[in-house]
C-alpha cells in the first residue's frame, strides 16, 4: 500500500477538443494514452456522451440574429448547459459539446457552429474572460470526491474502483504529515515513533493497518474467491485513492469553492478544504479575483 499526495491540476482543452475529451475518459479506465479516435467513435457509437460534457464549446454570434434573442433568453432559463450573455454587437455562447450532440435546438446549434470561436478567443474578449470552462484533474480520496461529486448538472469523469486493485494506495488525509507518509511508504511495516504526538502516533499506525487490511482483504475477494471487483469494492476504504477530471464554468466553480472552501453552508471537511484551496489558486494564477 502508497500514500499518495492531493493533488489539482489543470488541463487545458486546446484546439484539438476530440483529443482533450479522449483523455478525460480515459480516467475513467486509468489510462493515460491510447487512440484517441478509437475512443471518440465508441463513445458517439454507445451514446455516452457525458464524457463530451468536458468538451467546451465558445460562439460569439452577431446580434443582427435578432429573430434568436426572445429564443436565447428562453433557452437559459431552461438549460443548465449552457451560458448566454448578450452584450453590444455579440451574443455570447458557452457550452459544451454534449448540448450539440443532443440536437434539441437544431437552428440553434447550426449558429453556434457557424459563429464557433476557439478558447483563446473567447477568452480575449471581457465577456468571454468571465464565461470560461476550466477543467481540473484532481487526485484525492474516495471520500472526497463523493463531496466534490454533489453538484448539478454533473460533468465528471472518475476512475473506476475496479483499478485500485493493481496499486491498493490512499491518499494522504490532512491529519497525516507528509514526513509521516514517507516514512510509511518506505517501510509498510514501521511503527511511527517519529510522530510528535505519540496519541496521534498510536492512530496513525491503527488507521494504516487498518487500510492495507482491507486492500489484502479486496485483494483475497478477487484473487482467492474470484468476486468480481465491482463486487469486492466494498472492501475498499473510504480514502482510498482517486482520479477525478471536472469540467465547469467559472461560475460554477465560485460556487463549489464557496461551498467546500469558505464553507458558505457550514465548516467544510478539511480534506475537500484543500482540494478546493488547490482549485481556487489556479483560477487565481489565470486572473479571477477571490476574497481572501
Not at 448547459?81 to 458557452?94: D, F, G, L, M, T
Not at 484525492?140 to 460533468?155: D, G, K, M
Not at 475537500?272 to 477571490?290: H, Q, S, T, V, W
Request: charged letters at 30%.
Amino acid at each position: 500500500m502508497k500514500i499518495i499526495e492531493p493533488k489539482v491540476e489543470l488541463w487545458k482543452q486546446g484546439n484539438d477538443t476530440k483529443a482533450h475529451v479522449a483523455r478525460c475518459a480515459r480516467v475513467c479506465y486509468d489510462k493515460e494514452t491510447g487512440n484517441d479516435t478509437s475512443l471518440i467513435k465508441r463513445l458517439l457509437d454507445s451514446k455516452h456522451w457525458s464524457m463530451f460534457r468536458h468538451e467546451s464549446v465558445y460562439a460569439i454570434i452577431p446580434i443582427y440574429e435578432k429573430e434568436l434573442e426572445d429564443y436565447l433568453l428562453l433557452l437559459v432559463s431552461s438549460c443548465p448547459y449552457i451560458q448566454v450573455h448578450i452584450y453590444h454587437n455579440s451574443v455570447y455562447i458557452a457550452t459544451n459539446e454534449q448540448f450539440i450532440l443532443d440536437k434539441s435546438y437544431p437552428k440553434f446549434i447550426e449558429l453556434i457552429n457557424m459563429y464557433r470561436v476557439t478558447e483563446d478567443e473567447f477568452s480575449n474578449t471581457e465577456i468571454g474572460f468571465h464565461m470560461m470552462r476550466y477543467t481540473f484533474c484532481i487526485d484525492t480520496q474516495i471520500s472526497t470526491s463523493r463531496e466534490l461529486n454533489r453538484v448539478s448538472p454533473n460533468s465528471i469523469a472518475e476512475k473506476s474502483t475496479r483499478y485500485v486493485y493493481e496499486d491498493g494506495s490512499i491518499c494522504r488525509p490532512h491529519w497525516i504529515s507528509k514526513e509521516e507518509a514517507e516514512l510509511f511508504n518506505n517501510d509498510n511495516n514501521i511503527i511511527l515513533n517519529e510522530a510528535i504526538n505519540a496519541d496521534l502516533n498510536e492512530a496513525i499506525n491503527v488507521y494504516l493497518n487498518g487500510c492495507k487490511r482491507d486492500f489484502e482483504e479486496y485483494k483475497i475477494l478477487v484473487d482467492k474467491y474470484k468476486i468480481r471487483r465491482q463486487d469486492a469494492r466494498g472492501k475498499l476504504p473510504l480514502d482510498t485513492a482517486t482520479r477525478c477530471i471536472y469540467t465547469y464554468s467559472v461560475r460554477e466553480w465560485r460556487h463549489i469553492i464557496d461551498l467546500r472552501y469558505y464553507g458558505t453552508t457550514g465548516k467544510p471537511h478539511p480534506n475537500a478544504r484543500l482540494i478546493a484551496g488547490m482549485i481556487r489558486n489556479n483560477l487565481m494564477e489565470l486572473g479571477y479575483d477571490f476574497r481572501d
